[in-house]
């Protein structure tokens, strides 16, 4: 299933990565067009210092200055108006550019330059490989009337852009990578309440009044709490209405059948020798009838709500209405903690339903559980179910859809154990039918009554 903070997160992680790559290249080509302008007027401010120091020198015809310059990446040449060299840089070449005015690229080959163009070949000292990004402007003194011309490497200019560009691109990517980190983190922590509500909703019984969901401080939140509460008190309404109907039934149905057990008594002892096995089966019924009715009605009256109290088990089978025939065999020591109304009404619904299954014996045993708590082990000799049976009732407890897939018994001792915390399974007999009701520890701040 998806997750809403694992699908937020490639979102962002993708607008992150998108965003940053399409910055990177925004930055790179603009970077490549800001030094392009920045280089092209470092060389306009370069051709004015030169035309300062060379203004007052008088013409010396091709004369190299600096010849000690190791400068590889720029050059100049001062030229007179008639296209002879007057001054150059060791790198220069001999012979004059002839170019137009302005910003030009040459590329060192005469054949791509303009048609006005022009290089001489061969220098002296000076090269004139490669391509150039070169300026001419004109070049007024009293001594020449001409053109002041400053070249740079394409080369040098090209790293310059490169290293420029990919310092920029890479800095927006790094930005880019920060805020994709951050809005990661920041959209997980916004996402926290939410796991918070999850986790409070997983511990939230709408039936239990003293429970209630923790206040939450985002407007969404707040509208789902305030919809989970309601829908958990009109659920609760409709659960005590339900509760109240039935136990209100459970009672008027005690009368009645208190009056027919007596009446069944009375007429098993004046009866027939022929009519007394009938009349036996039928009072067995009802009495039968009459225990399910007290458990109801144990269960309703309690609505769930559990008083703890340290209860000897063996002390609470012996006022419970149990089938007759059925042997016990309980344990010496027989003291847990529990609500003895709710564990009655497990425990008499369990031991019909041995009795039901042509049960005689059921045996009884207590352990003390890890953590807290205790296990009541019951297994009878009855006719058990077999092993495909057993699992689909293990499946309908561990779900608790009980529906069609078993009876009271099994669902009420099942309520009745997680209502203590526990759980009830059906481990595996080699008598006949095996049930293993655990029961949880007393709560914290619970007093248990001796």
Not at 181 to 197: F, G, H, I, K, Y
Not at 232 to 253: I, M, P, Y
Request: aromatic share 4%; with cysteine; glycine share 8%.
């Amino acid at each position: 299933m998806p997750s809403i903070a694992g699908r937020l997160g490639r979102q962002v992680l993708l607008i992150s990565l998108c965003w940053a790559l399409l910055a990177g290249v925004l930055v790179w080509a603009v970077v490549q067009e800001e030094v392009d302008e920045l280089l092209d007027e470092t060389m306009q401010a370069s051709s004015q210092v030169l035309g300062q120091l060379l203004r007052d020198r008088p013409p010396e015809g091709g004369a190299v200055a600096d010849d000690d310059d190791l400068s590889t990446h720029f050059s100049w040449q001062l030229v007179r108006g008639d296209g002879s060299l007057l001054f150059r840089s060791p790198l220069a070449p001999s012979s004059p550019w002839r170019l137009p005015v302005g910003f030009s690229d040459w590329n060192g080959d005469a054949a791509s330059s303009p048609p006005h163009a022009a290089l001489g070949h061969g220098s002296e000292h000076g090269s004139h490989d490669g391509d150039w990004r070169v300026l001419v402007r004109p070049f007024k003194t009293r001594y020449v009337d001409g053109w002041l011309i400053v070249a740079q490497t394409s080369a040098e200019r090209r790293e310059v852009r490169d290293r420029v560009g990919m310092a920029s691109a890479l800095s927006a990517l790094l930005v880019g990578g920060f805020c994709m980190v951050w809005l990661n983190r920041r959209a997980r922590r916004e996402l926290e309440p939410l796991s918070d509500m999850t986790r409070a909703l997983a511990q939230y019984d709408p039936l239990d009044s003293r429970q209630s969901l923790p206040e939450q401080h985002r407007q969404e939140l707040a509208a789902i709490r305030s919809a989970v509460l309601d829908l958990g008190h009109r659920l609760a309404q409709r659960v005590a209405n339900e509760r109240a109907f039935s136990a209100h039934a459970a009672h008027a149905l005690r009368t009645p059948l208190a009056g027919m057990d007596a009446q069944l008594a009375v007429a098993l002892r004046e009866a027939p020798e022929g009519q007394r096995e009938r009349l036996q089966r039928t009072r067995e019924a009802t009495d039968r009838l009459r225990r399910v009715v007290t458990a109801l009605l144990t269960l309703f009256r309690t609505g769930m709500s559990l008083q703890w109290q340290s209860l000897d088990v063996n002390e609470l089978l012996g006022h419970l209405p149990l089938p007759d025939g059925l042997v016990l065999d309980l344990p010496e020591e027989g003291r847990v903690q529990a609500d003895p109304d709710l564990l009655a009404a497990a425990l008499i619904n369990l031991l019909d339903n041995a009795c039901r299954h042509r049960a005689t014996r059921v045996t009884l045993r207590i352990r003390s559980s890890e953590g807290g708590g205790c296990e009541l082990a019951l297994e009878d000799n009855g006719d058990g179910v077999d092993a495909d049976k057993r699992d689909d009732l293990n499946a309908a407890l561990a779900s608790q859809q009980y529906e069609g897939r078993m009876g009271l018994g099994l669902m009420m001792a099942h309520l009745v154990a997680r209502a203590h915390g526990g759980d009830l399974v059906l481990p595996r007999s080699e008598l006949g039918f095996a049930v293993s009701m655990r029961l949880g520890p007393a709560p914290a701040g619970n007093e248990v009554v001796a």
